[in-house]
């Protein structure tokens, strides 16, 4: 009996030993963060997101007594510019938020260096905007959080030269502890100020207690996206556009049935968008709608069997999501099956948080996911031209960002798909 139980694990080491000597790293725990109670005069937890053609939205926190000002120009110390925003607050039980300030810039040359001011005071920043043509880099990590493995993904991500941070849901993992959402933001400042960090909500951001708080109060104050820019009721849905890509960052936790304002609004912006404008057409939300892992099962078939159609027909390139707590890619699928005409779908929700990796997957391996694998890491899109785009996975291996998926993926624009079955 014994012997057999020995000889049963030998095998189990020998096995693991051969198929994958990558040993799978534990959970770090949440970061520390010197106790900072309240936002003080000067600005910090900055961020910026793109707002419309040539404009940027700028947020920061302060105390109550700062103006909603964001001075800015092309030369360091020299603001020609300036721009005056709004600011917000809110309570939280016991907690009260600073004023946070939003403020719109514009408009900006594309591709370029701008250094700027908020509220008149405080350290000079720079940030870059995105190029207006190809070639187009994308960052892409979910389900960050603020453990030592966040940290660890956010060191790697401002090595690799990105224009643009996509992220489709899980900010702070702040879960109903307001101050967390204070020491993410200044965890992120100095990676999402410098260049366009725009999100989608995840369940972490929810915060909802059903008769004293609505959902969404901390993320939709301290995360506006450009809703109204894009002709959507709500900050929990958008649509924006960046060189030659429309990206649709649709709300796992919104309404999405067919009569939804969701759904309404999804239509109507998948009737604009122009396939020789927009050649790539990308979608980013939280719960995946193709998961061979174990965690999170079926969460996704609803919304799947709402929209799945509108996005197809619309000839989506790729879909983010984060939700499961790994890294999945799979081939070009529609409806459940193989399909030339399908959208890839990426699981990158392996950014870090402190509630570690989902490594239980389930066999055998469907037939349209090709590539699956439970560590941190992040994923670079880089769009080269309006055929061609350039997708790596980049996992954290003690620290070191090493690539360990990557594949050539061309957009449906240049195939048969588009013509064939305009919308
Ligand atoms: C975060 O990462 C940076 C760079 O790798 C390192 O210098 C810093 O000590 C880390 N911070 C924490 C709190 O672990
Ligand atoms: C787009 O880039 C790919 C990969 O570099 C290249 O093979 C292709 O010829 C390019 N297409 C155009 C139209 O420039
Ligand atoms: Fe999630």
């Given at each position: 009996m014994?012997?057999?139980?020995?000889?049963?694990?030998l095998?189990v080491l020998?096995?693991?030993v051969?198929?994958d000597?990558?040993?799978?790293?534990?959970?770090?725990?949440?970061?520390?963060?010197?106790?900072?109670?309240k936002?003080t005069?000067?600005p910090?937890?900055v961020?910026v997101?793109?707002a419309?053609?040539?404009h940027?939205?700028?947020?920061w926190?302060?105390?109550?007594?700062?103006?909603?000002?964001?001075?800015?120009?092309?030369s360091?110390?020299?603001?020609?510019?300036?721009a005056k925003?709004?600011?917000?607050?809110?309570?939280?039980?016991?907690?009260?938020?600073g004023?946070?300030?939003h403020?719109v810039?514009g408009?900006?040359?594309?591709?370029?260096?701008?250094?700027?001011?908020c509220g008149?005071k405080?350290?000079?920043?720079?940030?870059?905007?995105?190029?207006?043509r190809?070639?187009?880099?994308?960052?892409?990590?979910g389900?960050l959080g603020?453990?030592?493995w966040?940290n660890?993904t956010l060191d790697?991500?401002?090595?690799?030269?990105h224009d643009v941070?996509?992220?489709?849901?899980?900010?702070s993992?702040a879960d109903?502890?307001q101050?967390?959402?204070?020491?993410?933001?200044?965890?992120?400042q100095?990676?999402?100020?410098a260049?366009?960090?725009?999100?989608t909500?995840?369940?972490?951001e929810?915060e909802?207690?059903?008769?004293l708080?609505e959902?969404?109060?901390?993320?939709?104050?301290?995360?506006?996206?450009p809703?109204?820019?894009?002709g959507s009721?709500s900050n929990?849905?958008?649509?924006f556009?960046?060189?030659?890509?429309h990206i649709i960052?649709?709300g796992?936790?919104?309404d999405y049935d067919v009569?939804s304002?969701?759904?309404q609004w999804?239509?109507?912006?998948l009737s604009?968008?122009?396939r020789?404008?927009?050649?790539?057409?990308?979608?980013?939300?939280?719960?995946?709608?193709y998961n061979s892992n174990k965690?999170?099962?079926g969460e996704?078939d609803d919304?799947?069997k709402?929209?799945?159609?509108l996005?197809?027909?619309?000839?989506?390139?790729?879909?983010f999501?984060g939700?499961?707590h790994?890294?999945e890619?799979?081939?070009?699928?529609?409806?459940?099956?193989?399909?030339?005409?399908g959208?890839v779908?990426?699981i990158?929700g392996?950014?870090?948080?402190?509630?570690g990796?989902?490594?239980?997957?389930?066999y055998?391996?469907?037939?349209?996911?090709?590539?699956?694998?439970?560590?941190f890491g992040?994923?670079?899109?880089?769009?080269v031209?309006?055929?061609h785009?350039?997708?790596?996975w980049?996992?954290n291996?003690?620290?070191?960002s090493?690539k360990?998926?990557?594949?050539?993926?061309?957009?449906l624009?240049?195939s048969?798909c588009?013509n064939?079955r305009?919308?």
């Amino acid at each position: 009996m014994e012997l057999k139980l020995i000889l049963t694990v030998l095998v189990v080491l020998f096995s693991t030993v051969i198929a994958d000597d990558y040993v799978r790293p534990p959970p770090r725990k949440t970061l520390h963060f010197p106790w900072d109670p309240k936002p003080t005069l000067n600005p910090q937890q900055v961020h910026v997101s793109l707002a419309g053609k040539k404009h940027m939205r700028v947020t920061w926190i302060t105390d109550k007594s700062a103006p909603s000002t964001v001075e800015y120009g092309k030369s360091r110390g020299r603001y020609d510019a300036v721009a005056k925003g709004e600011s917000t607050s809110y309570r939280y039980f016991l907690y009260k938020s600073g004023k946070i300030h939003h403020a719109v810039i514009g408009p900006l040359e594309d591709n370029s260096v701008y250094f700027y001011r908020c509220g008149g005071k405080g350290p000079e920043l720079q940030l870059k905007t995105p190029p207006a043509r190809f070639p187009i880099s994308f960052a892409v990590a979910g389900d960050l959080g603020q453990s030592g493995w966040t940290n660890s993904t956010l060191d790697h991500i401002k090595q690799c030269n990105h224009d643009v941070l996509l992220l489709p849901g899980d900010l702070s993992y702040a879960d109903y502890l307001q101050h967390h959402w204070d020491t993410f933001g200044r965890l992120v400042q100095p990676l999402a100020s410098a260049r366009p960090w725009m999100v989608t909500q995840g369940n972490h951001e929810i915060e909802k207690i059903p008769l004293l708080k609505e959902g969404f109060v901390s993320y939709n104050a301290r995360w506006e996206m450009p809703s109204e820019e894009s002709g959507s009721s709500s900050n929990l849905y958008y649509s924006f556009e960046v060189a030659g890509v429309h990206i649709i960052m649709l709300g796992s936790y919104a309404d999405y049935d067919v009569y939804s304002p969701q759904y309404q609004w999804l239509k109507g912006d998948l009737s604009k968008v122009n396939r020789k404008r927009t050649p790539w057409l990308l979608a980013v939300f939280h719960v995946p709608w193709y998961n061979s892992n174990k965690a999170h099962q079926g969460e996704g078939d609803d919304m799947m069997k709402a929209m799945e159609p509108l996005l197809y027909a619309a000839r989506v390139d790729l879909v983010f999501n984060g939700h499961v707590h790994a890294y999945e890619r799979t081939k070009r699928v529609y409806n459940g099956k193989l399909d030339g005409c399908g959208a890839v779908h990426i699981i990158i929700g392996d950014g870090g948080n402190r509630e570690g990796l989902s490594s239980k997957y389930i066999y055998p391996q469907p037939k349209w996911s090709e590539f699956r694998e439970a560590s941190f890491g992040h994923g670079q899109f880089k769009i080269v031209n309006s055929s061609h785009a350039f997708w790596s996975w980049h996992k954290n291996q003690n620290d070191e960002s090493v690539k360990s998926d990557e594949i050539w993926i061309t957009s449906l624009s240049n195939s048969g798909c588009v013509n064939h079955r305009p919308i």
